[in-house]
């Protein structure tokens, strides 16, 4: 492997792993208030649950097309969410976030391993890469995280 490969490798895990210009998911989840997770945010239409298992969802589905071709992704957008009226509480929150660290710790271990080729096109996709999938994940969990940190500080004020 390269010097050049290695490197992008290891921005790649950097960028997922956050704290560099963006929270990371650790930092966020540790001073998150899981007990007013179900509650609505005034203004916002879904509980600070239904955005990480959202998040969790969107990492699962881009991991798991990024590896196999015979996956299926969820119906857009119905899929991606939880149900409306499924609000979520404390052990929802720990489940999820849980399983979000297991999908993204896979999706670092698929990106630190040399024999995954970042650049080459992902067979059953339509140009994808992982280099492309890697940077997706990145972008939509800092977007969501942002959202989520300012549900956070609305709901621990409330």
Not at 35 to 42: D, L, N, S, W
Not at 118 to 138: K, N, S
Request: proline share 4%.
């Amino acid at each position: 492997m390269s010097d050049n490969d290695q490197s992008l490798r290891e921005h790649l895990v950097s960028l997922l792993n956050g704290g560099n210009a963006h929270i990371s998911f650790e930092d966020f989840v540790k001073d998150f208030p899981s007990e007013k997770c179900g509650e609505h945010v005034e203004g916002i239409p879904y509980t600070a649950w239904q955005v990480l298992e959202h998040m969790r969802i969107a990492l699962w589905d881009i991991l798991e097309f990024s590896r196999n071709a015979n996956h299926v992704s969820p119906k857009w957008p119905a899929g991606y969410w939880p149900a409306k009226d499924d609000i979520g509480d404390a052990a929802k929150w720990n489940e999820t976030a849980d399983k979000f660290r297991r999908d993204l710790k896979e999706m670092k271990d698929l990106i630190n391993d040399p024999s995954t080729d970042l650049f080459a096109r992902i067979p059953h996709g339509t140009d994808q890469t992982i280099l492309r999938e890697a940077l997706v994940v990145a972008d939509h969990n800092s977007n969501h995280l942002g959202a989520l940190i300012i549900m956070s500080r609305l709901l621990k004020a409330k």
